[in-house]
C-alpha cells in the first residue's frame, strides 16, 4: 500500500528555490501518477504540479509555469518539486498525493496524502 511522505520543505528569501522530495514509506511510487498540492492559511488546496507513470503527462498550475519543476528518479523512488523563483504567494503546506487508480487532471481527490511539509518565502 503506498503511503507518501513529503521533505524538503523550510524558510527561503523571496527569489530563492527550495526542491521537495515525494517518496513513500509502502509500496514504490514509482507505479503511481503523483499530483503535489499545496493549502495555504486561509486558502483552500490546490494543485500545483503532476506526473503520471514513466514520467509521461506532466502538468503544472498556470502559475507554476516555468518557475516550478515535476520529475521523478525510479531509482530513488521519489518524486520531486524543484521550485524556483520563489514569491512569498508560494507559502503553503505542500502535499504529494495518489491512489492506485489516480492520472493526472482527475477531477476527484486522491485517496492516499502524505503529511505534509511547510514552505515559507519571506524576506
Known amino acids: 500500500q503506498v503511503q507518501p511522505v513529503e521533505s524538503g520543505g523550510g524558510v527561503v528569501q523571496p527569489g530563492g528555490s527550495l526542491r521537495l522530495s515525494c517518496t513513500s514509506s509502502g509500496a514504490t511510487l514509482n507505479y503511481y501518477a503523483i499530483n503535489w498540492f499545496r493549502q495555504a492559511p486561509g486558502k483552500e488546496r490546490e494543485g500545483v504540479a503532476c506526473i503520471n507513470v514513466r514520467n509521461g503527462g506532466i502538468t503544472y498550475a498556470d502559475s507554476e509555469k516555468g518557475r516550478f519543476t515535476i520529475s521523478r528518479d525510479t531509482a530513488k523512488n521519489t518524486v520531486d518539486l524543484q521550485m524556483d523563483s520563489l514569491r512569498a504567494e508560494d507559502t503553503a503546506v505542500y502535499y504529494c498525493?495518489?491512489?492506485?487508480?489516480?492520472?493526472?487532471?482527475?477531477?476527484?481527490?486522491?485517496?492516499?496524502w502524505g503529511p505534509g511539509t511547510q514552505v515559507t518565502v519571506s524576506s
Open positions: 498525493a495518489t491512489d492506485p487508480l489516480w492520472v493526472c487532471g482527475s477531477r476527484r481527490q486522491p485517496l492516499a
